[in-house]
């Protein structure tokens, strides 16, 4: 059985900013920097710091290395700050590209998954 933890926003989350609750995942080894747990419960703002976009996937990203990573190798989640090559991110099981990749406005109850498919030989 696996752990699972809760995390919320470190903006804080009022009425005037409503949260989005979010379940993410990660594993094929992605859940070694991110406390050895495969699953996360989080809150996040339903809209970014500048209170003038909708919270999108690129907001989650960084904001899972700077609040949930607690390992220091971020260049084996990011490269250039978008999600590395070789990590699969399903939004809702389908694949982010189809969705609009980092452009993705979260929604309530959005299942957000990366899977590494790395390998060391």
């Not at 903006?11 to 495969?38: D, H, M, Q, W």
């Not at 809150?43 to 904001?63: K, R």
């Amino acid at each position: 059985m696996t752990a699972a933890s809760t995390a919320t926003a470190a903006p804080a989350v009022s009425a005037e900013r409503p949260s989005i609750p979010l379940c993410v995942e990660f594993t094929g080894g992605l859940e070694l920097l991110f406390s050895k747990t495969r699953q996360h419960r989080i809150l996040l703002p339903s809209v970014d710091p500048s209170g003038q976009q909708p919270t999108t996937i690129a907001y989650l990203i960084h904001w899972l290395c700077n609040n949930l990573m607690t390992d220091d190798r971020r260049e084996m989640f990011i490269l250039d700050d978008c999600v590395r090559p070789g990590i699969l991110v399903l939004i809702n099981d389908a694949d982010w590209e189809l969705e609009g990749e980092e452009g993705y406005e979260l929604r309530e109850g959005d299942s957000i998954v990366f899977v590494s498919t790395l390998h060391g030989g």
